[in-house]
């Protein structure tokens, strides 16, 4: 896996990596599973597509719900096919929940129960979340150990689990199978210093305005419409504001800047439960320590 927050530079790495190892290149990114939502998901153009094949692109329209489950089915078979063919897969992005499920399983979990949700959320107000988590660490140790005492919502989840099948989320967890199988993990990940990130992500911000993201977002809106996924994809929001005269480019750029940071330090949070191997794309050495990294598994996929 070719991991990293957005902006950092991991599509170009990953056509030459993949052109060197004869592999095929597996989105990890929840957002350019839209079709039409190109310039705004930094969606690899028609030339890389050109270069290496690409998957888990361009899967449903923007106006459809899209989640992990299906993303993890679809995953599954595109992998499938990459290794029928004798080819390498190369899972390449940064969606953090998606990364997760891959390699540790998904676990839909029963249900959500209304009312026991509100009755557990109104005890966190009460007594608050922090004596819920002291809770969850006698019968879900594994999973309290995970959690902030502050993270109520996924404290919670524990307890509704635990509630209703009397088995704790972690024991759960454990029994549901990944995509990855028993390979072991071989990720690369990259990461450049703060001050140079931030300026990546307010260039990249200017080029797509320039390349046609308020258009772009307008005939989305148009047609089909934005469903309750596809709207979350970082921007799209304030774009039509802009194209709504509801904001100046310039307060439109620094408000997606501001948001796509705090969505970068979100994903570096996510990054930090896996073992990866860190590299500076600038760095001339990075190129050859990433290839080495994956041929030293056969595999760039986690094998």
């Not at 969606?43 to 890389?48: F, G, L, N, R, W």
């Not at 050109?50 to 995953?75: G, I, Q, T, W």
């Not at 190369?90 to 029963?110: K, N």
Request: glycine letters at 8%.
């Amino acid at each position: 896996m070719l991991l990293g927050p957005t902006a950092v530079g991991k599509s170009r790495l990953a056509l030459d990596l993949a052109e060197e190892l004869g592999a095929e290149l597996l989105s990890l990114d929840s957002m350019q599973v839209y079709r039409g939502m190109d310039v705004g998901t930094a969606k690899p153009s028609h030339a890389e597509r050109a270069r290496v094949r690409h998957h888990l692109l361009d899967l449903v329209a923007p106006s459809e719900r899209y989640d992990v489950s299906r993303y993890v089915a679809d995953a599954a078979a595109a992998e499938a096919d990459v290794r029928g063919r004798g080819r390498t897969p190369l899972f390449v992005g940064g969606t953090g929940l998606y990364l997760r499920a891959l390699v540790r399983g998904l676990f839909d979990g029963p249900p959500v129960d209304p009312a026991l949700r509100a009755r557990l959320n109104a005890r966190c107000e009460r007594e608050g979340s922090a004596a819920l988590h002291a809770e969850l660490a006698r019968f879900d140790p594994a999973l309290a150990a995970r959690l902030h005492p502050n993270d109520q919502k996924r404290i919670v989840r524990g307890h509704e689990v635990f509630e209703q099948t009397a088995r704790a989320l972690s024991d759960w967890q454990r029994q549901w199978g990944n995509v990855l199988g028993a390979r072991p993990l071989r990720a690369v990940g990259l990461q450049l210093p703060d001050d140079v990130h931030q300026a990546r992500i307010s260039e990249r911000i200017a080029a797509m305005l320039d390349s046609g993201w308020v258009e772009e977002a307008r005939r989305v809106r148009a047609h089909p419409g934005f469903g309750p996924t596809a709207i979350q994809a970082l921007g799209y929001r304030e774009v039509l504001e802009l194209a709504d005269a509801r904001r100046s480019r310039a307060e439109c750029a620094e408000r997606i800047a501001l948001l796509t940071r705090q969505f970068a330090r979100r994903q570096r949070t996510w990054f930090r439960y896996f073992a990866v191997r860190w590299l500076d794309p600038r760095n001339e050495a990075a190129h050859a320590e990433a290839r080495a990294v994956f041929e030293s598994g056969v595999s760039a996929s986690g094998s």
